[in-house]
């Protein structure tokens, strides 16, 4: 059983950090620390060969061949799939998909 390469866009880094950096403005740092730690362990579960994940619902990125699944039904990671990596594209909150 092996694992794809996880490579991300430096936008999808910088969602999440500005993310963490809200959480924290808030006074909730170690949240903000286990926020960052639980999303960086989703995205390197993606790295298992045996799972496919489904193309995007929305008909712009479908067409462009994006993969989507949620993460605690309140972000969207958008990712291109191949048999050696992963590429995520956007960490994007879900209420701005539409279609």
């Known amino acids: 059983m092996g694992q794809r390469k996880i490579k991300l866009k430096e936008s999808v880094a910088d969602s999440i ?3 963490a950096w809200f ?3 808030k006074g ?3 949240t903000a620390e286990k926020f960052v730690d ?3 362990g989703f995205l390197q579960k993606l790295a298992d060969q045996i ?4 193309t995007c619902q929305e008909p712009v990125r ?3 061949g994006y993969k989507c ?3 605690k039904q309140k ?3 958008v990712f291109i799939e191949t048999d050696q990596e992963i590429f995520i594209c956007e960490f994007i909150s879900s209420k701005l998909i539409r279609w």
Request: glycine share 0%; proline share 4%.
């Open 17 to 19: 950090s500005s993310i």
């Open 28 to 30: 909730l740092v170690a």
């Open 62 to 64: 479908a067409m462009l």
């Open 51 to 54: 799972r496919s994940y489904p």
């Open 23 to 25: 959480i924290e403005s």
């Open 38 to 40: 639980e999303i960086y």
């Open 69 to 71: 699944i949620s993460y």
């Open 75 to 77: 972000y969207t990671v």
